[in-house]
C-alpha cells in the first residue's frame, strides 16, 4: 500500500511540472504598464490587451529578452470587408496590485462601439480577461476579428483543436458549429515560452442584452497559420448586428508559459495537459 501511494504522489507530481512552479520568487509587480513575474516582462497597452511578453533566463533579467508576439492582441471592427471602425483608448486603470494579483481595467470607444477590458494576472501565470463590447447606437458588422499575432520563430509547436500535440501545422482550423465538439483551447510555443488560450464559449448570461461573441449563432471560427511576417491566432464572428445598448461578451484565459530550467525531455502534449489543470484549479 505504501508503494501504491509513493507511485501515485511520484506521478502527480511529475505531472504538476508541465504546469506553472508556483514558488516564493513566483510574485508579481508592476511599474508603469509592465508587470514582472519571474522569468517573464509583461507588458499591457493602453486598451488593456497584452502588449508583449519577453521571456528571460536571467534571474536578474539582465539577458535580451525573447518576444513572444509580433504585435499586441487587439480585436478589429469590420463594417464592410476593407472598412474598419477605430477605437481609440480612453483611460487605463491598475485597480489593484498585491505580490499575487494584479487587477486593470480599460476602456476605448468610437461613436459605434464601446470596448471594456477588466484583466487580472495571477502568480501562477494565469490571466483572466472579461470583455464587454457594446453598440452605441444601432449597428452592423461584417465580422469582428480577434487577433494574436505570434512571432513566427516562437510559434513552433501546437496542441488543443483536435490536434495531435506537436509541431505546428502549416494550418489549423476550428468552427463554432455543432458538429464540432472540440473546446477552443490551445497552447502555442517552443521549448522556452509560449501561449495557453481558452475561449469562454458555451457561457450564458443573466442579463438579456449580453450575447456571447464567440459563439454568435454558431458562426464564430477560427484559423491559425502564417500571415506575412506573424503565425497568427485570428477568431472571425463573421457578420452580426447590433442593436443601440446590446452587448457582446468575449471573456478568455490566458496562461503564460514561464522561463524553465528543466533538463526533462520537451513534450507539448503533458504540457497542454497541466495547463488546463492550472486553469481549472484555478478560481
Known amino acids: 500500500m505504501n508503494k501504491l501511494i509513493l507511485t501515485l504522489f511520484t506521478l502527480f507530481i511529475a505531472a504538476l511540472g508541465y504546469g506553472q512552479n508556483i514558488t516564493a520568487v513566483n510574485q508579481l509587480s508592476i511599474k508603469d504598464h509592465t508587470v514582472t513575474l519571474n522569468g517573464l516582462d509583461v507588458e499591457i497597452n493602453s486598451d488593456g490587451f497584452l502588449k508583449q511578453i ?3 533566463h536571467s534571474q536578474d533579467h539582465t539577458d535580451e529578452g525573447r518576444p513572444l508576439f509580433y504585435e499586441p492582441i487587439h480585436f478589429h471592427y469590420y463594417t464592410t470587408p476593407k472598412t474598419q471602425i477605430k477605437l481609440n483608448p480612453l483611460n487605463f486603470n491598475l485597480t489593484s496590485s ?15 462601439l464601446k470596448q471594456e477590458i477588466y484583466g487580472e494576472i495571477l502568480a501562477n501565470g494565469l490571466v483572466k480577461y472579461k470583455i464587454r463590447v457594446t453598440a452605441l447606437k444601432d449597428v452592423r458588422l461584417a465580422s469582428i476579428n480577434f487577433h494574436i499575432p505570434f512571432e513566427k520563430s516562437t510559434a513552433k509547436y501546437l496542441a488543443g483543436l483536435n ?16 458538429n464540432d465538439k472540440t473546446a477552443p483551447v490551445v ?3 517552443d521549448e522556452k515560452q509560449g501561449l495557453y488560450l481558452s475561449l469562454f464559449n ?13 459563439i454568435n449563432e454558431g458562426k464564430g471560427k477560427l484559423q491559425i497559420n502564417v500571415k506575412g511576417s506573424s503565425m497568427l491566432f485570428d477568431f472571425n464572428t463573421e457578420n452580426i448586428d447590433l442593436k443601440e445598448g446590446e452587448e457582446l461578451s468575449f471573456d478568455c484565459n490566458l496562461i503564460l508559459s514561464q522561463a524553465e530550467n528543466s533538463k526533462k525531455v520537451f513534450n507539448p502534449s503533458k504540457k497542454f495537459k497541466g495547463y488546463r489543470k492550472l486553469e481549472k484549479s484555478t478560481k
Open 98 to 112: 498585491v505580490k499575487d494579483s494584479i487587477t486593470w481595467d480599460a476602456v476605448s470607444s468610437s461613436e459605434d
Open 202 to 214: 458555451k457561457k450564458d448570461f443573466e442579463n438579456a442584452n449580453t450575447k456571447n461573441g464567440w
Open 54 to 56: 519577453h521571456t528571460f
Open 187 to 189: 497552447w502555442i510555443g
Open 163 to 178: 490536434q495531435r500535440a506537436g509541431l505546428r501545422p502549416d494550418t489549423v482550423k476550428w468552427n463554432n458549429n455543432n
